[in-house]
């Protein structure tokens, strides 16, 4: 079995900073790819980062430069680093891990960003 736990989110003042925390439990397949999706009130489901066990990332346009993906693999972690957060960047954030081609969900984390 295969779970996700997310860690870090809360409240915080626009242009502040959050680092969110997702540790995975159970058999990931080393060459899987993690990342996180938010999802706001209202609003679609949307990539936020992605980063493939080769250390390759991708970010969503609205994040780029403020936000960076890392993971720990001994850990089987992945971060998130949201720095310079504005009120749009408010949502439940989920985290992800791909093995074996399949995708497996945290139950998210909230972060909510103050104007």
């Known amino acids: 079995q295969v779970q996700l736990v997310e860690s870090g989110g809360g409240l915080v003042q626009a242009g502040g900073s959050l680092r969110l925390s997702c540790a995975a439990s159970g058999y990931i397949f080393g060459d899987g790819a993690m990342g996180w999706h938010r999802q706001a009130p209202g609003k679609r489901r949307e990539l936020v980062a992605n980063i493939t066990n080769g250390a390759n990332t991708e970010y969503a346009d609205s994040v780029k430069g403020r936000f960076t993906i890392s993971r720990d693999n001994a850990k089987n972690t992945v971060y998130l680093q949201m720095n310079s957060l504005k009120p749009e960047d408010t949502a439940v954030y989920y985290c992800?891990?791909?093995?074996?081609?399949?995708?497996?969900w945290g139950q998210g984390t909230q972060v909510t960003v103050s104007s």
């Open positions: 992800y891990v791909i093995s074996r081609g399949f995708f497996y």
